[in-house]
C-alpha cells in the first residue's frame, strides 16, 4: 500500500470495552459500534443497499464515498471487499471517512476478527493503521481504491475538506449520546460537500436527526431499520435550478 502521507498518528484516546461476543463498545458515548447481531451485515444493508451500491458504480470512472465515523473500519472493508468483486480495470474509489477517536490496531484487529472473509483486507488495513493511527493520511489500497482518514472533530473538518461525495456513510454514534455528530451544521456541511444528485444513508430514524437533513437541504426517506430496528433514513442532495 501507498501512504501519500507521512505524518504518524498519535496514540490512540478512544477506549474500548467488550460486549458478549466481542463487540466493541465505546467508553466515551456508551455505545457499540456496531449492531450485536452482525456489524457486517448492517454495513451491507444500511450504508450500501441505502446508498444503490453497488449498481451505481456501473458505468462510473469515479466514485467518492465520505463516512462520518470510521470505527473499526467495517465500512470501509465490507465497501472495499464487494469494490473488488464488481468493479471493471478502469474505475476508481476513493473512500475518505471522518474521526475524532481513532481506535488502537489491537481493538481493530480484535473487532474485525469475527469475519473471516473480510481476513485479508482487514490485514491490510491494520498494517497502515499500526504504522500511523491518527493523523491525516491517505493510503493507496490497491490500484483502484484509495482510503483516507480525517482526524478531528467532524464539525470543524467536514468544513474545511475540498472534497465532495457521491454517497455519504453517516455513522457517528447514537444522536441521543453524540449530539455533535448530528448537528444542524454538520448536516449542512455534509450536504454542502455532496456531489449533485449524491445521496446518503444512515441507521437511525431519530426526527431531529431528519428535519436537520431536510433543513440542510436533502429529500429524505424513511425504510425499515436492520435487524429489528424499525426505521432508518436514506436520502438525495435535491437539484436546485
Known sequence: MTRFHDARMQSSNHDVSWEANDV???????????????????????????????????GTANFSIAELGFGTGLNFLETWRTWIAVRSPSQRLVFTSFEAYPISVDDMTRALMPWTDLGPLGEALTSCWQASPGQPVAWQMDEQTELHIITGKAENSVARWDGFADAWYLDGFSPARNP???????????????SPDGSFATYTAAGQVRRNLMAAGFTVTRRKGFAGKREMLLGRRQLRP
Open 180 to 194: 455533535d455528530m448530528w448537528s444542524p451544521d454538520l448536516m449542512q456541511q455534509v450536504h454542502d460537500h455532496t
Open 24 to 58: 466493541p463498545r465505546s467508553s466515551i458515548f456508551d455505545d457499540t459500534f456496531y449492531t450485536r447481531s452482525d456489524g457486517q451485515a448492517e454495513t451491507a444493508y444500511v450504508f450500501m443497499d441505502g446508498n444503490g451500491l453497488p449498481a451505481r458504480w456501473s
